[in-house]
């Protein structure tokens, strides 16, 4: 089982921008899927954006155009670009490796 570490959130003003790291113990490469999800307070966890071992990538509607997945399988480290952030985005943000690995989540704030 891979252990999951995400970091890079914090606070912001809404337009700004965050990147995401998810670090993992071991190799990332046999996970075909890797994703991100967030919760937001009151709400249930939902997928933010999900990429394949090869590159290829899909991302919720509320996202899409704003957000950007990326992995490195060389260094066992999958990424979220943030941009142009509004305060509906702020959540918790886990990572996910394959169907059960989870990250134990980072704050994303967004306000002014």
């Known amino acids: 089982q891979v252990q999951l570490v995400e970091s890079g959130g914090g606070l912001v003003q809404p337009g700004g921008s965050l990147r995401l790291s998810c670090a993992a113990s071991g190799s990332i490469f046999s996970f075909n899927v890797m994703g991100w999800y967030r919760q937001a307070p009151g709400k249930q966890r939902e997928w933010v954006a999900r990429?394949?071992?090869?590159?290829?990538?899909d991302y919720a509607d509320s996202v899409k155009g704003r957000f950007t997945i990326s992995r490195d399988n060389a260094k066992n480290i999958m990424y979220l670009q943030m941009n142009s952030l509004k305060p509906e985005d702020t959540a918790v943000y886990y990572c996910l490796a394959g169907a059960r690995n989870w990250g134990q989540g980072t704050q994303v704030t967004v306000s002014s």
């Open positions: 990429i394949t071992a090869f590159g290829s990538a």
